[in-house]
C-alpha cells in the first residue's frame, strides 16, 4: 500500500509515496477515498461515468497537493461524486495541475473529513516523492 | 521540562523555548492535563502562536489544550489591531462551531418513561451524519440572508423564537457580516445542509440538571435541580469548512506581499488593517452568521419533537455561544482600553457581570458559559469572570479535550461493548455511523470534571451548574 494513516490525538493524518509528481497526485487521491469511503476504488475501476476536469494554478507544490485533496472533497460535498483521475498533467515550474477523469457514484462514507489542513503538511520529492498531509475530521 | 509552574493551575512557556517567540506562552492546567502534553505538539503550536506580529500579553492555552493545525485547540491570542494579525488557522474550519443549551419544564421522571421514543424522534427530525442534507430548501437568495442575519433569519422564518435572540451571542448575528466575501464553492457547500448536526464530535443530548454549584446565579439564569435539558454542538458545516480553507489560500498570498513568515503554514494571516483581513472578517462573520442560523432551526427542530411528546411544555433558550471565531472586542492592555482582535479556536468567550456587551439578561452575573464532556459523560454550565477578564482576553475552555487518538479509540473497545456501557449508566446512544461511536468513547477525551476544576480554580470562570446525559445522538 503506497500510503499510510499517521497518528494525530484528534484527527489523523496521511503519508503517501510514488515515483513521481503525476502518481503522487494520483496516490493521494486514492488515499483520502481509501480512507473515506474503504475500499471504494478497487472496485469501481470498470465503472464509467461523466468525464471531469479539475485545474489548479498554485504558489507552491504543498499548496498544490493540499489545494487536489480539498477539490475532491468539494467534489463528493456538492455532487455526492468521487472524482478518479485517468490522466495527470502537472507542469512543476508554473506549479499547474490539469487532471482529467471520471466521477463515480459515491458509496456510503465510512468517515468524515471536513478538510484537508496544511498544519504539519510536507512535499519531497527526493529519494521518492512523498505527501504528509493531516485531515481535520 | 520546557514550563515552568506559576502556581497550582498556571504554566509558563518561556520565550526560549523556540526562537522567534514574541511572547510568552500560558498554559492553563493542573499536573494531570500537562502530563503528556509535551509529547505531542501542542506546545509547540503554543509557541508557533507566540511567533505572530502583534501578539499581546501570552499565547494562551486551555486546560482542554491539544494538538490541533496551526493553533492547538484550546488556543487563544489576542492581537493588536495596529502592528496584528489575522489568522484563518486561528478560528479553524468550523467557523462557529459551539454548543447552546436549551431547558425544558420537565423533570427527569416526565422524560424517563418515553426517553428512547423522544430520542428516536429527534433522530429522525434532526439530518444528522456525513454529508446529511438539511430539512430546509432554501435558495441562493435566502442563503445569502442567512450569511447576513444569522439566527434572526430562522426567527423570521419561523425556526425559533424572538426572545431566543438575546440569549445567544451577539445576539444571534455577528454584524459585518460580507456575503459577496464568500465564494460560490462555499455557498454550493452550504445551501444543503442548514438545519444539519453533521458528523464527529458533534452531538445533540437530553440531559438532567444533577447538581447546581451557585442556587442564586442558578435561580438567575433558570436552572434547577432535576431539571432536564437539551445540548446542541455544531456548527457552520460545509460553508464554513470552504470559506476558512478560500481565505489560507488568500492569506498564504497576502504573507508574500506583506513580508510575514510563520513557523506553520496553516498560521498564515494577514494585517488586521490590510484589504485581506477585512475581506476574510466579512466572510467568516458571513459563516458565523450561518453557524448560529443552523444551531436555531436545529433547535426549533428539536422544539418541534418535545411538543409531539409533551404538548404543554416549551424550550427555552439558556444560551447559545461559539467556540471557533475571531472578534474585535475592547480590553485592558499595560493600563489601556483598546480594540484588540480575539481568536479563540476550541475556547469560549466569557466576560464577566457588568460587562457592557452583555444584554440586561445577563449584566448581572456574567456570560454563560458552556462546556459539554465526552459521550455519555456530564457538562457543565459556568459563568465568565472579572480575573478572566483582566488575565486572558476573557477566555476559558470549551469541552474535555481529547487524549486519544481515533484510531487509538477504535482499537480500545468495541461499539456494542460501549453502547452497553452508557446504556447501563442509564444512557441511551443514537448515531448514524457506528463508528463514531467508538471514537468518541469516554476515554478518548480528558476527565471534563478536571478541565472545568482548573477553570474554577484559575478563576478564569465559574461553575454553576452540572448535567447529566440521558440520551445523545451522535452523527
Known amino acids: 500500500m503506497p500510503w499510510v494513516e499517521l497518528p494525530h490525538t484528534a484527527d489523523a493524518g496521511l503519508e503517501i509515496k510514488a515515483s513521481d509528481a503525476e502518481s503522487l497526485i494520483t496516490e493521494s487521491a486514492k488515499a483520502l477515498c481509501s480512507f473515506i469511503f474503504g475500499e471504494f476504488l478497487e472496485t469501481s475501476k470498470s465503472q464509467s461515468g461523466e468525464e471531469y476536469v479539475v485545474e489548479l494554478d498554485c504558489i507552491d507544490l504543498l499548496e498544490l497537493f493540499v489545494s487536489w485533496l480539498n477539490e475532491l472533497l468539494f467534489i463528493y460535498e456538492v455532487k455526492g461524486k468521487i472524482f478518479l483521475p485517468e490522466n495527470v498533467e502537472i507542469d512543476l515550474q508554473g506549479v499547474k495541475l490539469l487532471a482529467r477523469g471520471t466521477l463515480q457514484d459515491a458509496p456510503r462514507p465510512v468517515r468524515a473529513v471536513k478538510a484537508v489542513t496544511y498544519g504539519g503538511a510536507e512535499i519531497k520529492s527526493e529519494p521518492i516523492w512523498k505527501f504528509r498531509v493531516y485531515l481535520d475530521l | 521540562m520546557a514550563l515552568k509552574r506559576l502556581d497550582h493551575v498556571r504554566w509558563m512557556l518561556e520565550k526560549d ?98 426517553i428512547d421514543e423522544l430520542a428516536a424522534a429527534i433522530f429522525s427530525k434532526v439530518p444528522c451524519g456525513v454529508g446529511s442534507k438539511g430539512a430546509l430548501k432554501i435558495s441562493e437568495a435566502e442563503l445569502l440572508e442567512v450569511l447576513k442575519q444569522g439566527a434572526a433569519w430562522a426567527v423570521k422564518k419561523g425556526y425559533g423564537e424572538r426572545e431566543d435572540l438575546e440569549c445567544i451571542e451577539d445576539g444571534g448575528k455577528l454584524p459585518h457580516a460580507d456575503p459577496s466575501a464568500v465564494s460560490r464553492k462555499a455557498l454550493e457547500r452550504g445551501k444543503p445542509q442548514l438545519g444539519t448536526l453533521g458528523s464527529g464530535n458533534h452531538f445533540l443530548e437530553i440531559q438532567v440538571i444533577d447538581e447546581v454549584y451557585d442556587e442564586n446565579v442558578a435561580r438567575q439564569l433558570g436552572l434547577n435541580l432535576g431539571q432536564v435539558t437539551v445540548m446542541i454542538h455544531c456548527g457552520s458545516r460545509g460553508l464554513g469548512h470552504q470559506v476558512c480553507d478560500d481565505y489560507i489560500k488568500v492569506m498564504l498570498r497576502a504573507m508574500n506581499k506583506y513580508g510575514i513568515s510563520v513557523p506553520d503554514r496553516q498560521l498564515c494571516c494577514a494585517p488586521l488593517k490590510s484589504e485581506e483581513a477585512k475581506s476574510y472578517l466579512g466572510a467568516m462573520q458571513a459563516a458565523a452568521n450561518y453557524g448560529l442560523a443552523n444551531r436555531e432551526v436545529i433547535g426549533q427542530l428539536v422544539r418541534d419533537v418535545f411538543s409531539r411528546f409533551f404538548p404543554k411544555t416549551d424550550l427555552k433558550l439558556l444560551y447559545d455561544v461559539s467556540h471557533n471565531i475571531a472578534h474585535i472586542e475592547k480590553h485592558e492592555v499595560d493600563g489601556k482600553l483598546m480594540d484588540v482582535c480575539v481568536h479563540r479556536k476550541g475556547a469560549t468567550r466569557a466576560f464577566p457581570p457588568g460587562h457592557p456587551s452583555l444584554p440586561e439578561k445577563f449584566r448581572q452575573v456574567g456570560q454563560p458559559v458552556i462546556i459539554p464532556g465526552s459521550m455519555g459523560t456530564e457538562s457543565y454550565i459556568l459563568v465568565g469572570t472579572k480575573r478572566g477578564m483582566e488575565e486572558c482576553f476573557a477566555s476559558t475552555c470549551h469541552g474535555a479535550g481529547r487524549v486519544m487518538s481515533r484510531r487509538s479509540a477504535m482499537k480500545d473497545e468495541q461499539a456494542d461493548t460501549v453502547l452497553k456501557r452508557l446504556e447501563e449508566k442509564g444512557i441511551k446512544v443514537m448515531a448514524e455511523q457506528i463508528r463514531t461511536v467508538r471514537e468518541e468513547i469516554p476515554e478518548a477525551y480528558k476527565d471534563v470534571s478536571r478541565v472545568v476544576d482548573v477553570v474554577e480554580k484559575a478563576g478564569i470562570s465559574r461553575k454553576i451548574a452540572r448535567v447529566r446525559p440521558l440520551a445523545v445522538i451522535k452523527g
Not at chain 2, 51 to 67: E, N, T
Open chain 2, 17 to 114: 523555548f523556540k526562537a522567534g517567540m514574541r511572547v510568552t506562552g500560558l498554559i492553563y492546567g493542573d499536573s494531570y492535563i500537562i502530563q503528556g502534553l509535551e509529547e505531542e505538539g501542542a506546545l509547540e503550536q503554543v509557541a508557533n502562536v507566540a511567533c505572530l506580529p502583534g501578539i499581546l500579553k501570552h499565547s494562551y492555552a486551555m486546560p482542554d489544550i491539544h494538538w490541533g493545525y496551526g493553533f492547538p485547540i484550546g488556543g487563544v491570542a489576542a492581537f493588536s489591531m495596529e502592528e496584528g494579525i489575522i489568522s484563518p488557522g486561528g478560528v479553524g474550519y468550523d467557523i462557529s462551531c459551539g454548543v447552546r443549551v436549551m431547558l425544558t419544564f420537565l423533570d427527569e421522571d416526565e422524560v424517563a418513561s418515553c
